[in-house]
């Protein structure tokens, strides 16, 4: 039986969250610029510390912070440009579809319930910041036992508090990631295609065709610093690693990578650094060893092994802090338990080292978001 908790985590100015149980859940609370993480399943067990290298200590990063107003997982979390949070969507404790919505405000560290979107949706809906400040909500489902996807998109307004429907993608898709490109259109990763969105025209158009063979099972869509856009995951049931480029000026997907060994099975998290290189950290499935951790050089186009973390960091949060250096958090263990264990990396050094107190709850499947206490 599926049980779920709504303690929120404030880790530095990162916003951290829980649900409790082996169920995934998303952010959920904020802070000011230190690291907080919110949503995610939780469980009985512990992060590990293993991993190569001696262990530093950062002193009483993480501490509670308000509850969500509602228990959810597998919601999304968008930092607006207010500093507050948007929490849309995921499953509630009766694992039904939400479609209620949150705001988190750091400067209080409390959430209150805003407007709701016009439909319920989970596993899969994407949450985008615009340049005028709305949100897109794109694709997920409304069907918790079924996953049937959704081909509706609706924009969230920070104005007035209310979602309003805008154009539909062309087909409903299982939606694995999302991110806005340099121009201020939004690419939107899905199984079969890829689409962009226009805020201009409010509608979706197809992005091209996949290098690889569809479906595909994309687990991290990340916009370089060149405009390109990285996305890395598997193909053919997932028994072959996926990783392209997307080229927003030419509208052409290709191959690079290959990553390293089997870490594209992972379930791995992908922060830009502020090198221009992305940090890959994941573990295979339910192992509950020290998670793999690889580098992407865009320049390059390969990925290099850089060894181990020191925690198991499956189905973990990650979120690169003011100074560059990257907090992963939790993960899940084999079991289906949460973890309690972070890992900080330093691009400068190259290592990882323990973030010293765990967080106060074990929890996987969570995001993380960097925000600012000077919410308005």
């Known amino acids: 039986m599926r049980t779920f908790s709504m303690s929120l985590l404030l ?45 530093t200590s950062m002193k009483g990063p993480f501490a509670p912070t308000g509850n969500l107003t509602a228990a959810r997982a597998n919601h999304t979390a968008t930092l607006l440009p207010s500093g507050k949070v948007l929490i849309t969507g995921g499953d509630g404790d009766s694992s039904q579809p939400l479609a209620s919505a949150e705001l988190y405000d750091p400067s ?31 694709g997920g489902s409304d069907k918790r036992d079924t996953y049937e996807p959704l081909a509706s998109a609706e924009l969230y307004d920070p104005s007035t508090g209310k979602f309003t429907l805008t154009g539909s993608m062309t087909t409903a898709q299982r939606t694995d990631g999302a991110t806005s490109l340099q121009d201020g259109r939004v690419f939107v990763a ?4 890829a689409a962009i969105y226009d805020p201009a025209s409010g509608t979706f158009a197809p992005a091209g065709a996949y290098a690889d063979a569809t479906p595909v099972l994309w687990v991290t869509v990340n916009l370089l610093a060149d405009g390109r856009v990285l996305l890395t995951g598997c193909a053919a049931q997932c028994m072959a690693g996926a990783t392209e480029l997307f ?31 992305v940090l890959f950290v994941g573990n295979d499935e339910n192992d509950g060893s020290s998670a793999d951790a690889e580098i992407y050089d865009p320049a390059a186009g390969t990925f290099t092994s850089i060894g181990k973390a020191r925690a ?11 100074d560059g250096t990257v907090l992963i958090t939790g993960g899940q263990l084999p079991g289906g338990n949460g973890s309690a264990g972070s890992d900080l990396y330093s691009p400068a050094t190259g290592t990882f080292t323990s973030a010293a107190d765990n967080m106060t709850t074990a929890r996987h499947s969570a995001s993380a978001s960097l925000a600012r206490s000077n919410a308005k």
């Not at 805003?114 to 340049?131: D, F, I, N, P, Y």
């Not at 899905?190 to 295609?193: H, T, V």
């Open 11 to 55: 880790c530095a100015g990162l916003l951290i969250g829980a649900c409790g149980g082996s169920s995934p859940s998303l952010p959920a609370s904020a802070g000011s610029t230190t690291p907080v993480g919110t949503g995610g399943g939780t469980g009985t067990g512990t992060g590990g510390s293993e991993g190569g290298g001696t262990a």
């Open 108 to 138: 209080t560290r409390m959430f209150t319930t805003t407007g709701s979107m016009t439909t319920a949706r989970t596993w899969g809906h994407t949450a985008t910041l615009l340049a005028n400040g709305t949100v897109l909500i794109a």
């Open 312 to 322: 198991p960091h499956e189905f973990a949060a990650a979120v690169r802090l003011a």
């Open 190 to 193: 899905g199984e079969n295609y």
């Open 247 to 277: 080229d927003p000026r030419s509208g052409t997907f290709s191959r690079t990578g290959p990553m390293t060994g089997y870490t594209w099975g992972n379930e791995n998290t992908a922060t830009l650094l502020t090198d221009g290189r």
